[in-house]
């Protein structure tokens, strides 16, 4: 038996698909059990849990092979980020009580970077959770490719995608869910000792200026990419409601300066399968 967290959204719900496929058990833990009927009907056993309470957690992660960690996304961070804090010392109690036979936690590109930002909060996760008794891997994966789904309307509608990642020509390590979510699910069935970290990219890297080439060719119209002004990104967002825009700035600045980086060597980074094109593909047939 396998618990997943994060099971209703695009990464958790492949590496429920994942496990499946290969005749394995697999534990829902969702937040809202009405959310997880489709999970309920494929055969899943189906538990209700707070990734912020230790309580339920231990519950859920009792009895299990495996673990996978989503952390939730939290975009406007406290200065402390405190939302986080709570979720990693909920999920380290938890599996320590529950010992669970291994962890797969999602991590993310830059873990290992030393300036604060918002991928500060994963770093955090990772120093809580690489001394638990038990197996427990770093999943790293680059920018999601379904982060593009913010382009889709403006790529359509006017041409032109606007680009926090620049210079427009740096090609930046980029991976669909659908692989992140597939080497998940098999790092579950592997095993190993002490602490992995696993960095993972799509078949090719790419940059903004890829980026809108590749809609172009989806949507059969000229697309461009344009840089928005480093000088106007903390209006833009506090504008779209970020009460701190400092984390997520830090954090492009990160991809763009290079201290956003994968740090193994390029011969061990896991290569995904699924290209660009097909991510781009779906997008734009879900907007309508
Ligand atoms: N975007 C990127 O470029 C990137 C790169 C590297 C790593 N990541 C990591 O990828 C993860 C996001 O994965 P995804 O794209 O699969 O997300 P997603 O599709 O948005 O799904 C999020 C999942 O987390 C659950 N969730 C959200 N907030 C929760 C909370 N407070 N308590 C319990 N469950 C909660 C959601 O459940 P409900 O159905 O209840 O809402 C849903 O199952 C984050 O950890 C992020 O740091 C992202």
Do not use: H
Not at 68 to 93: G, T
Not at 167 to 174: D, F, G, I, R, T
Not at 202 to 223: I, K
């Amino acid at each position: 038996m396998y618990a997943i967290t994060g099971i209703t959204g695009k990464v958790g719900g492949v590496v429920a698909s994942t496990l499946l496929a290969s005749g394995q058990r697999v534990r829902a833990v969702v937040r809202d059990a009405a959310r997880a009927q489709s999970w309920a009907e494929r055969g899943c056993e189906v538990v209700t849990a707070y990734m912020d309470d230790e309580a339920s957690l231990t519950a859920a992660f009792e009895g299990t092979q495996g673990v996978f960690v989503l952390p939730p996304s939290e975009f406007d961070p406290s200065p402390d980020f405190r939302e986080a804090r709570a979720v990693i010392d909920a999920v380290r109690r938890a599996l320590q009580s529950a010992a669970p036979g291994k962890v797969v936690c999602l991590s993310t590109i830059g873990a290992q970077a030393t300036e604060t930002n918002l991928l500060t909060q994963r770093t955090l996760m990772e120093q809580a959770l690489r001394n638990l008794p038990m197996p427990v891997a770093f999943l790293r994966p680059g920018w999601f490719m379904e982060n593009a789904v913010w382009d889709v309307v403006p790529a359509r509608d006017k041409g032109m995608i606007p680009s926090f990642l620049q210079p427009l020509n740096k090609a930046v390590p980029m991976v669909a869910t659908a692989d992140v979510g597939r080497i998940a699910g098999q790092l579950l069935q592997q095993a190993w000792r002490g602490v992995r970290i696993v960095e993972l990219e799509g078949p090719q890297r790419v940059s903004p200026n890829d980026l809108a080439e590749a809609f172009a060719r989806v949507l059969g119209r000229p697309v461009c990419a344009e840089g928005v002004p480093r000088e106007t990104w903390g209006a833009l967002f506090r504008s779209q409601g970020t009460k701190d825009p400092l984390p997520r700035m830090r954090m492009l600045d990160g991809f763009n300066e290079g201290w956003i980086a994968f740090e193994s060597e390029k011969a061990d980074i896991v290569k995904g399968e699924v290209e660009l094109e097909t991510v781009l593909r779906d997008l734009v047939s879900q907007a309508g």
